[in-house]
Nanobody, 125 residues
């Protein structure tokens, strides 16, 4: 059974930075496309960024230039570096495995498996 454990969230002032981590176990991490999602109160969960097994990367428009997704296959860990944080970035952040995609724009269009417990990011103004 695959387990995903997110960490690194916290309270930060607007303009600050956080680095999220997602530790994966129970699967061959290196062959999975992976994604970061977030869900703010009262809103649907949305895809923030995704990275393929081969290193192709997708960002949602509002994250481009501020967030950086990366992976360390040797450590079975996915990362999300978040800079220039805004109050509207406040949400619970989750990582997930994804079904393989045929194009970068379709990365993590389909999720695979269960969610982790998430990590809360709160950005104060």
């Amino acid at each position: 059974q695959v387990q995903l454990v997110e960490s690194g969230g916290g309270l930060v002032q607007a303009g600050g930075s956080l680095r999220l981590s997602c530790a994966a176990s129970g699967s061959i991490f290196s062959i999975n496309d992976m994604g970061w999602y977030r869900q703010a109160p009262g809103k649907e969960r949305e895809l923030v960024a995704a990275i393929s097994s081969g290193g192709s990367i997708y960002y949602a428009d509002s994250m481009k230039g501020r967030f950086t997704i990366s992976r360390d296959n040797a450590k079975n860990t996915l990362y999300l570096q978040m800079n220039s944080l805004k109050p509207e970035d406040t949400a619970m952040y989750y990582c997930a495995r994804c079904l393989p995609a045929t194009t970068v724009q379709r990365l993590c269009a389909l999720r695979l498996g269960s969610w982790g417990q998430g990590t809360q990011v709160t950005v104060s103004s």
